[in-house]
């Protein structure tokens, strides 16, 4: 399924773990999806999360593909293999943790980790069916993972229940404590944000089975927050992987990619990062009055692998997940199964910087909810 750049096994009991090939362990090369770095030497020591995980015992079973450099969203790496979305083979996998959200979703492992730059996690998460958490910025060491500066990149576990994925953040962030499940008299606020149809129906019948207080809140400053989050990747991914531009060893996609991130100038940061703080500002204040924000993840369904090349969903992947990349806050996705059962959309729970548990609650109260129902027995 070309989920895996490398099997390996470290450790010998508790969950199966797998970890994103741009995530050190020592011993394995850490190459990122890329052939520009297919002679990189191995990595001397872990990473700060791999380390984590191996001291509570769990089981290491490999390296997970992803597209290349972190900087893509479909997941497609023509070097690699495109891994196969377990749950519409036919449709992309999403990216760039694609092997990550793969494995987890073909049962091959009970947990993996990947990084979240723009979506990184939640989008594939959303793309495969399962669950997928973009930590508090900087609340999950980033020691040995690539690139090494960034204002925007997160390490987050995707898992196929809320248990597992709990379980995961206790492992890898100090200090997190799991909560109760909240009160089904929660406050909610739904972010209107624009979205196909099907899919915000199917994710406000969802919230209905729980019985959240819900109110809707727009933000003015998301789609700005949507172009200043690309500004800002694009001026870092520049910096970190410009130098491998220019050999023909990149993929195409990510060359032209990079080739346009050289252009962004001090002058864009300077104002994305103005932005940044008008639209942190914005979902503060919006969390002041609700436990949470809800979503969509993805605004559309995954493009087919066919049309990738070409269509203009693509670019929109991302649209409802990077801003709060720029801002910083918790964000988790959660599957929920479409009416006619034929795949998984992600419904995203935003939370107050910090409350990284309380968005899990939330997301296990809501898989509960969605599990009870008789007629929906496969909803997440």
């Given at each position: 399924?070309?989920?895996?750049?490398?099997?390996?096994?470290?450790?010998?009991?508790?969950?199966?773990?797998?970890?994103?090939?741009?995530?050190?362990?020592?011993?394995?090369?850490?190459?990122?999806?890329?052939?520009?770095?297919?002679?990189?030497?191995?990595?001397?020591?872990?990473?700060?999360?791999?380390?984590?995980?191996?001291?509570?015992?769990?089981?290491?079973?490999?390296?997970?593909?992803?597209?290349?450099?972190?900087?893509?969203?479909?997941?497609?790496?023509?070097?690699?293999?495109?891994?196969?979305?377990?749950?519409?083979?036919?449709?992309?996998?999403?990216?760039?943790?694609?092997?990550s959200a793969a494995v987890v979703a073909a049962g091959l492992a009970d947990v993996a980790l990947g990084t979240d730059t723009g979506g990184s996690v939640r989008v594939p998460a959303a793309c495969c069916g399962v669950f997928g958490l973009k930590p508090t910025f900087g609340r999950v060491s980033r020691a040995g993972v690539y690139p090494q500066v960034t204002s925007l990149d997160c390490v987050g576990p995707f898992a196929a229940n809320m248990s597992h994925l709990i379980a995961a953040m206790q492992v890898i962030c100090p200090g997190f404590e799991p909560e109760p499940l909240?009160?089904?008299?929660?406050?909610?606020?739904?972010?209107?944000?624009?979205?196909?149809?099907?899919?915000?129906?199917?994710?406000?019948?969802?919230?209905?089975?729980?019985?959240?207080?819900?109110?809707?809140?727009?933000?003015?400053?998301?789609?700005?927050?949507?172009?200043?989050?690309?500004?800002?990747?694009?001026?870092?991914?520049?910096?970190?992987?410009?130098?491998?531009?220019?050999?023909?060893?990149?993929g195409a996609d990510v060359e032209s990619?990079?080739?346009?991130?050289?252009?962004?100038?001090?002058?864009?940061?300077?104002?994305?990062?103005?932005?940044?703080?008008?639209?942190?500002?914005?979902?503060?204040?919006a969390l002041e009055q609700v436990d949470v924000l809800v979503l969509p993840t993805m605004p559309c369904l995954p493009p087919l692998l066919a049309d990738a090349a070409s269509s203009p969903t693509v670019a929109s992947m991302t649209a409802l997940a990077r801003p709060f990349n720029l801002s910083g806050h918790p964000a988790l996705s959660v599957p929920v199964q479409l009416a006619d059962g034929s795949l998984s959309v992600g419904l995203q729970i935003v939370g107050r910087k910090g409350d990284d548990a309380l968005v899990c609650a939330f997301g296990a109260q809501l898989e509960q909810a969605l599990r009870a129902q008789p007629t929906n027995k496969n909803l997440v």
């Open positions: 399924m070309s989920a895996w750049v490398n099997n390996i096994v470290l450790g010998n009991s508790g969950l199966r773990v797998a970890i994103k090939d741009s995530i050190d362990i020592a011993g394995q090369q850490t190459r990122a999806g890329s052939r520009a770095l297919e002679d990189t030497a191995a990595a001397t020591q872990h990473a700060d999360v791999v380390g984590a995980t191996l001291a509570a015992g769990w089981q290491i079973i490999g390296k997970t593909n992803m597209h290349e450099l972190a900087f893509g969203v479909t997941g497609i790496n023509a070097w690699t293999g495109t891994p196969v979305n377990p749950q519409a083979p036919l449709r992309v996998p999403g990216g760039s943790s694609s092997g909240p009160s089904t008299q929660a406050r909610i606020a739904w972010l209107d944000v624009e979205s196909d149809p099907l899919i915000k129906t199917t994710l406000e019948q969802a919230l209905d089975c729980v019985g959240w207080q819900r109110s809707v809140v727009a933000i003015d400053s998301f789609a700005g927050a949507f172009s200043a989050g690309l500004a800002v990747i694009n001026a870092e991914t520049w910096a970190a992987f410009g130098h491998l531009t220019g050999q023909g060893l990149l990619r990079l080739l346009n991130a050289k252009a962004t100038s001090a002058a864009d940061v300077a104002q994305a990062e103005l932005v940044r703080s008008q639209f942190t500002q914005a979902i503060d204040s």
